[in-house]
């Protein structure tokens, strides 16, 4: 079992539509979980980090965290099509390292 | 967010060359850095942990004598890829830890290594 799991997707959404990703991980014991974007040939930067469970809201961006589920997920409201990317779940384990999913890439349809 | 940059964004070397890469904090302390690699359509790969002032921590299956880290500041990292070798053609990514800041880690534009 990979210790952060996303779907690899692609996933198309309409232009003004939410968007939905989702994450899993394995270390029970972890923290603190990070959203990146990543565009193509770029490197990732940071949307937001969750610490306590439940709903983190910023601008358009709502992250939610389910630790009893081991759990975290990325809304993203009105999107647009600049957000088409790669979004990359990454999770501090118990270990102190910030283990990356494999990414979702979203892909905004105006 | 902080800023972290690397040099160079792009290189292209001939197979059996070394190449060094520069990772630099540009607005805060770093006493620990780290390297990643990204092969095409993958996620970022931890290569290891650099600390400032003592050896590296390298993941497993990552060769320490081929990529040599050197943290010989708090704000400068570099990266060491001796012998290269086509198969090390990636995009490498660094980051820097701000422990002040909910550790999070700011991410440098990453270098695109090309080894013909």
């Known amino acids: 079992q990979k210790e952060v799991e996303q779907n690899s997707g692609p996933l198309s959404v309409p232009e003004g539509a939410i968007a939905s990703l989702n994450c899993t991980y394995s270390d029970r014991g972890s923290q603190s979980f990070f959203w990146y974007r990543q565009y193509s040939g770029k490197s990732p930067e940071l949307i937001m980090f969750i610490y306590s469970n439940g709903d983190k809201e910023d601008g358009r961006f709502t992250a939610q965290l389910n630790k009893a589920s081991q759990y975290v997920s990325l809304l993203i409201r009105d999107s647009q099509p600049s957000d088409s990317a790669t979004y990359l779940c990454a999770v501090y384990n118990q270990g102190g390292k910030l283990i990356f999913g494999q990414g979702t890439e979203l892909s905004v349809k105006p | ?116």
């Open chain 2, 1 to 116: 967010g902080a800023v972290v940059s690397q040099h160079p964004s792009r290189v292209i070397c001939k197979s059996g060359t070394s190449v060094k890469i520069e990772c630099r904090s540009l607005d805060f302390q770093a006493t620990t850095m780290f390297w990643y690699r990204q092969f095409p359509k993958q996620s970022l790969m931890l290569m290891a942990t650099s600390n400032e002032g003592s050896k590296a921590t390298y993941e497993q299956g990552v060769e320490k004598d081929k990529f040599l880290i050197n943290h010989a500041s708090l704000t400068l990292s570099t990266l060491t890829v001796t012998s290269a070798h086509p198969e090390d053609s990636s995009f490498y990514i660094c980051s820097a830890l701000d422990r002040g800041n909910y550790n999070e880690q700011f991410f440098g534009p990453g270098t695109r290594l090309t080894v013909l």
